[in-house]
């Protein structure tokens, strides 16, 4: 499909554990972002990455948060020791450079015990 | 500074009725303001777009409104249908920074049949 696929849909995991969040986004777009979407919440930025800039990471909430981008297209958002916090819906979006309009994927829905 | 503030939290329209949702910013740095749809389970979507340099957008049913002055902007629905049922989302960027969303905190439309 042409729109931005994130991977896995949805992940329980038990507090204390790692887990990896994957966003394929749309060819040829530049821009990546990362959101949280805790339920009932809007949504909260985290990190966005542009070409091959140095990564805006001002939104992530604590340093048990990362993510990269290879290459300039798929990126990974890794949580570390996660706790029941964590627990939300984390979108990811792609974008041209200088459109503004923000295509975002599905989510990956995290639950943590 | 980079707060956008959303109102309603919820709201209840009967079918043909006019939906309105209110966004304030402040940081005047701001210069695209789009308004975002969501469904249940899926990503968030573009529904219309406005910049500071028009008071008024209009596509189709849906209208944004913005106050330059007040650093408000509003989304209008008119002839509100059953399918309108989501939540929709204000949201400002600063495109010259790449366009980094900042959104509201989202607005639960239902329309009665």
């Known amino acids: 499909g042409a729109g931005v696929s994130q991977s896995p849909s949805n992940k329980v995991t038990e507090k204390g554990k790692d887990v990896e969040l994957r966003c394929d986004p749309i060819?040829?777009?530049?821009?990546l972002y990362w959101y949280r979407q805790s339920l009932g919440q809007g949504l909260e930025f985290l990190i966005y990455f542009q070409g091959n800039s140095a990564p805006d990471k001002s939104g992530l909430p604590s340093d048990r948060f990362s993510a990269e981008r290879t290459g300039g297209s798929v990126s990974t958002l890794t949580i570390q020791r996660t706790q029941q916090e964590d627990s939300a819906v984390y979108l990811c979006?792609?974008?041209?450079?200088?459109?503004?309009?923000?295509?975002f994927g599905e989510g990956s829905r995290l639950t943590v015990l | 500074q980079q707060q956008v503030k959303q109102s309603p939290q919820s709201l209840i329209v009967q079918k043909g009725g006019i939906s309105i949702i209110n966004c304030a910013y402040e940081n005047t740095a701001f210069d695209y303001f789009p308004w975002y749809q969501q469904f249940p389970g899926k990503g968030p979507a573009l529904l219309i777009a406005?910049?500071?340099?028009?008071s008024e957008k209009k596509e189709g049913r849906f209208t944004i409104s913005f106050n330059k002055s007040a650093k408000q902007f509003s989304l209008h629905i008119m002839d509100s249908q059953p399918g309108d049922s989501a939540t929709y989302f204000c949201a400002a960027s600063m495109l010259s920074q790449g366009g980094k969303l900042i959104f509201g905190q989202g607005t639960e439309l239902s329309v009665k049949p």
């Open positions: 060819s040829g777009h530049t821009a």
């Open positions: 406005i910049r500071p340099d028009v």
């Open positions: 979006a792609s974008s041209e450079q200088t459109t503004g309009e923000l295509f």
